[in-house]
């Protein structure tokens, strides 16, 4: 069986409940073959989440919902919460959830604590004291917006990428996130991350325990960032940050990148939790 083969059936299966003999379990599936990162209309997805399902099935992964928790979801009490996550155990997704570090988070973390696993992203900024959301970078990198004029608060580079290390600090001081997100998607610096702030990000993450993304839709980090990461002992997981039917499960930079650096496979981030079906 390939090690697609064995994740779709790892995604797929249902079981009937009582009656039946108790079947095998199925492989876990090859840890190249998880998509952790996908959005579903719990937020800014296109999809619901047995959408998500099917799309992950038909591509031979084992998927996650990661949707916003904050800004961009509609996840507003604990009852939405328990929603969220019934939609994910029936549909053989994982429970993830995406936060926005630097946005003051509301939820108790026993809401969150019953997630698989917590993706950490920065979607703005905090500079003097105003919140600086990226949707507009974002927009331009999507091709869906011809130009991009940061705003004058991003102007010093330097200020700018230690605000946002600190971000990502905070972030992982305040909430038990697994992954970082799309860690390199920041306006002004996406194309020439300073190695220094490289090795100082790829640091705090393995002092911390933490995985880098991957991510499908961005294309980020860069290869020079990831051999780095590799050589300082990261771990590593993949999102395709899928918010549509073209778009979720699309892992083909994650590999393309796994491949051309020999990513091991023990250097993949796995969800502890199982998968509920
Ligand atoms: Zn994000
Ligand atoms: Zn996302």
């Known amino acids: 069986m390939t090690a697609a083969a064995a994740a779709a059936a790892g995604a797929g299966e249902t079981r009937a409940e009582g009656g039946a003999p108790p079947k095998e379990k199925p492989p876990e599936p090859s840890p190249f073959a998880y998509d952790l990162h996908?959005?579903?209309?719990?937020?800014?997805?296109?999809?619901?989440?047995?959408?998500?399902?099917?799309?992950?099935?038909?591509?031979?992964?084992?998927?996650?919902?990661?949707?916003?928790?904050?800004?961009?979801?509609?996840?507003?009490?604990?009852?939405?919460?328990?929603?969220?996550?019934?939609?994910?155990?029936?549909?053989?997704?994982?429970?993830?959830?995406?936060?926005?570090?630097?946005?003051?988070?509301?939820?108790p973390l026993r809401v969150l604590e019953q997630?698989?696993?917590?993706?950490?992203?920065?979607?703005?900024?905090?500079?003097?004291?105003?919140?600086?959301?990226?949707?507009?970078?974002?927009?331009?990198?999507?091709?869906?917006?011809?130009?991009?004029?940061?705003?004058?608060?991003f102007a010093d580079r330097v200020r700018f990428l230690d605000?946002?290390?600190?971000?990502?600090?905070?972030?992982?001081?305040?909430?038990?996130?697994?992954?970082?997100g799309h860690c390199t998607l920041l306006p002004v610096v996406e194309r020439e991350v300073p190695p220094d702030w490289a090795e100082a990000f790829i640091k705090l993450a393995v002092d911390r325990g933490v995985a880098?993304?991957?991510?499908?839709?961005?294309?980020?980090?860069?290869?020079?960032?990831?051999?780095?990461?590799?050589?300082?002992?990261?771990?590593?997981?993949?999102g395709s940050d899928g918010h549509t039917r073209g778009t979720v499960g699309e892992i083909d930079y994650c590999r393309e990148m796994a491949e051309k650096l020999g990513l091991p496979a023990g250097r993949m981030y796995v969800p502890k939790g199982k998968r509920r079906r």
Not at 212 to 238: C, H, K, M, N, Y
């Open 212 to 238: 880098i993304e991957i991510s499908g839709l961005w294309r980020v980090p860069r290869e020079d960032f990831l051999q780095r990461a590799l050589e300082l002992g990261a771990t590593f997981s993949f």
């Open 163 to 180: 605000a946002a290390l600190a971000a990502f600090k905070k972030g992982l001081d305040d909430w038990p996130i697994a992954i970082l």
């Open 38 to 107: 996908n959005h579903s209309t719990f937020s800014d997805g296109q999809l619901a989440p047995d959408g998500v399902a099917a799309v992950g099935k038909a591509k031979g992964l084992a998927v996650g919902l990661a949707d916003h928790a904050l800004l961009h979801g509609q996840l507003r009490s604990a009852a939405d919460f328990a929603i969220y996550y019934a939609a994910a155990d029936r549909n053989g997704l994982f429970r993830g959830l995406e936060i926005d570090l630097g946005v003051p988070l509301t939820w």
């Open 115 to 153: 997630a698989d696993y917590l993706i950490g992203s920065l979607h703005g900024l905090e500079l003097d004291g105003r919140y600086h959301p990226f949707i507009e970078y974002f927009n331009h990198r999507l091709g869906l917006q011809d130009r991009y004029e940061p705003p004058a608060a």
